[in-house]
């Protein structure tokens, strides 16, 4: 930071001189900043004492666009600014507002002094980057995304030596940079707080951009002291409807120890103690009471929430009355996934791309079926794609479809693509995180603009499809590594719902039950109870799908009037999964040993209760006699 004075006269002329020679002047009192204006304004080609080259001033028209095209920044800086300028007025100064281009949009002065400024172009429309006009507070703030004061000679341009100017960014609540405040004024009218008022200015702008942006949103506000919540150092914090960080301002980046490219890839519970649901249910308790949060350090933050309580959440948790859909059919009480589905249903049909995430097999297709089942658009088609399936070659022609002829290999006739197979209906892209990203930057358009054009020509073709997306990779991570667009992420994350891996469901016996009916529908066999207990205490690292296929094995095995599946029908694979993984369930004490043992030892101990009668044994056991006989042979000692 710089020191609250300008640098003295003399040293500021020797380190201009030493800058100008190509000598070092690091050994002057430079702020680092200034000193790194300077030299980008050198290599810019610009001299201090030089003509302009022609500057990309706005015209009239082009003017009127950006200032179209940044109405809500001007709406919300208009009356802060004439609050500013009611504060310098009379002090030879001018407030100004430019966009993130350096183009001033709006400016408000003392009359003598804006006849001044307007030689030098500090008026509407005129642009004020660093690389046309030098080192100069609104350009250089914007190259340092950062609030700076530039006084007189400070500036890299000659003429601009008779202004003192403070300037400070105005970010958006996705971290954009909008625009630069600033005031200008005569450098003999320098104030030292001059910068302060600028920057806290700033600050109110960016609140009220970013409160008004994340509208729609439910919304912390955040200070460690409570009295700071509806104050200018507020934080703001958005959330999605899964307690996902989606937005924030740089208050609030700050409190919470995050970064902008944290935003959206942030849930809420990693930056403070508590989660969206905690936070909603300590509001309904308490309405007119500050939250009281704490940061991983242990310090507290208060909050006030504000904004509709989503109505998914509103309802989880409490006995939700059974629903009859797709959705209800594969739900089997587990609480996690109940509550995906809750959320799920309130927005199928509303135009929000859903993502749904979670490790391979936990049916994550099967519920992009149901959610498309249980909307609107159910008689529509639903078309899924395996993005890892398609070889990379032909993922464009695949989905946006071609003219006849378009390439070698093409059909006569063409083909309209998959995205418009599913026009009407639901589009499902699984496994999207593994797409190339050459055709992330081509879905992307294709979501934006809502049509396709096929490959080879024709006209483009509007769209008209549900959303889903699913993939079991770490998204915001791919982002970070750069292996994954984040603005695809963003357009493709309505709503992100993580369904629960198999090991962290509390359903496991209804859904096996369930599966068996799936699996053999004339007559499902049960599972022997030490055995469900063992499984269910497994850690199914392929979830829902190696459920099933364990199941359909082990129900295949079964003898001809066996009814029961026990540790004897299932396939070796898991017998031996089994055996290895550490044991979740001590209090069953055949676990300790090794199953086919066990096996044997349940097969021995019906043998003694039934005083050797092989069938009777078989019947305790739920197996055949032959099954019994073939056991007893197999076993070592048989
Ligand atoms: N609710 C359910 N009821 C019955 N079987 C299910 C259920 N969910 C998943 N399955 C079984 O699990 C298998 C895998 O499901 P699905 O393909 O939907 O998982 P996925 O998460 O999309 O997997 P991947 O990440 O590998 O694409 C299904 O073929 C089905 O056998």
């Known amino acids: 930071m710089r020191a609250n004075s300008p640098v003295p006269a003399p040293l500021l002329r020797q380190a201009r001189r030493k800058l100008l020679a190509g000598d070092d002047f690091s050994d002057a009192t430079i702020d680092e900043r200034l000193a790194r204006s300077w030299r980008r304004s050198l290599a810019a080609g610009l001299s201090p004492t030089g003509r302009l080259a022609v500057p990309d001033n706005l015209t009239a028209s082009e003017l009127g666009r950006a200032l179209g095209r940044n109405h809500e920044l001007l709406n919300h800086s208009r009356p802060i600014m004439e609050y500013l300028f009611e504060q310098v007025r009379h002090s030879h100064s001018m407030v100004v507002l430019a966009d993130n281009r350096g183009v001033l949009m709006h400016t408000l002065g003392d009359a003598d002094f804006l006849g001044k400024a307007e030689r030098v172009a500090l008026m509407s429309g005129a ?18 995304a950062a609030g700076i004061e530039i006084h007189g000679d400070e500036h890299f341009l000659e003429r601009n030596g008779f202004l003192t100017c403070a300037a400070a960014p105005i970010v958006s609540a996705t971290g954009e940079l909008l625009g630069i405040l600033d005031i200008s004024g005569d450098r003999r009218s320098r104030h030292p707080h001059t910068l302060g008022l600028v920057n806290t200015a700033a ?3 960016e609140n009220r951009l970013v409160a008004d942006a994340c509208r729609r949103h439910l919304r912390l506000y955040l200070h460690p002291d409570p009295a700071g919540i509806g104050t200018v150092a507020e934080g703001i914090v958005a959330l999605s409807e899964d307690g996902w960080i989606v937005g924030a301002n740089r208050n609030a980046l700050r409190m919470l120890g995050l970064a902008t490219a944290d935003i959206g890839g942030t849930p809420l519970f990693r930056t403070v103690d508590a989660r969206l649901e905690d936070i909603l249910a300590q509001a309904r308790r308490r309405p007119q009471q500050p939250l009281r949060l704490h940061r991983p350090d242990g310090t507290p933050l208060y909050a006030r929430l504000d904004g509709h309580e989503p109505r998914a959440l509103a309802v989880a948790g409490s006995a939700a009355p059974a629903r009859s859909d797709a959705l209800a059919a594969l739900d089997t009480g587990d609480a996690r996934w109940r509550a995906a589905a809750d959320r799920a249903r309130r927005i199928v049909g509303k135009d929000i791309p859903l993502l749904i995430t979670g490790e391979s097999g936990v049916g994550k297709e099967m519920f992009a079926r149901a959610a498309h089942q249980s909307s609107p658009q159910r008689d529509g088609p639903f078309v899924a ?30 083909y309209i693509g998959r995205l418009r197979e599913a026009d009407g209906g639901t589009l499902f892209l699984d496994e999207i995180g593994d797409m190339p990203l050459a055709m992330q930057t081509r879905l992307l358009r294709v979501l934006q603009e809502r049509q396709v054009t096929p490959l080879g020509g024709g006209q483009p073709v509007d769209l008209r499809f549900a959303l889903i997306c699913a993939t079991h990779r770490d998204l915001p991570g791919a982002c970070a590594a750069g292996a994954f667009r984040s603005d695809l992420y963003y357009r493709i994350n309505g709503l992100t719902l993580q369904l629960p891996a198999l090991r962290q469901r509390s359903d496991f016996a209804a859904l096996c039950d369930k599966l068996l009916d799936q699996l053999f529908p004339d007559s499902p066999p049960s599972i022997a109870p030490a055995l469900q ?41 898991l017998l031996e999964a089994l055996q290895q993984a550490p044991e979740k369930t001590p209090e069953n004490p055949v676990d300790r040993k090794n199953l086919a043992a066990m096996s044997l030892a349940a097969i021995h101990q019906a043998l ?11 019947r305790q056991l739920g197996i055949s006699r032959q099954t019994l006989y073939r056991k007893l042979k197999e076993s070592p000692t048989g």
């Open 203 to 205: 600050r109110m702008i």
């Open 385 to 414: 794609i395996n993005c890892a399936a398609l070889p990379e070659s032909l993922i464009e022609a695949e989905l946006f479809g071609y003219v006849g002829g378009a390439f070698t290999g093409a059909r006569k006739e063409g």
């Open 608 to 618: 003694a209760e039934h005083a050797g009668n092989h069938s009777a044994a078989a």
């Open 127 to 144: 642009c004020w980057d660093e690389r046309q006009r030098g080192t100069n507070a609104i350009g250089t703030a914007l190259a340092e």
């Open 533 to 573: 207990q063992r499984l269910a205490a497994y850690a199914w690292p392929g979830n829902l799908r190696q459920l099933a296929s364990a199941l359909r094995t082990a129900g295949a095995m079964l003898d001809p009037g066996e009814t029961r599946i026990d540790w004897c029908h299932l396939p070796d694979d």
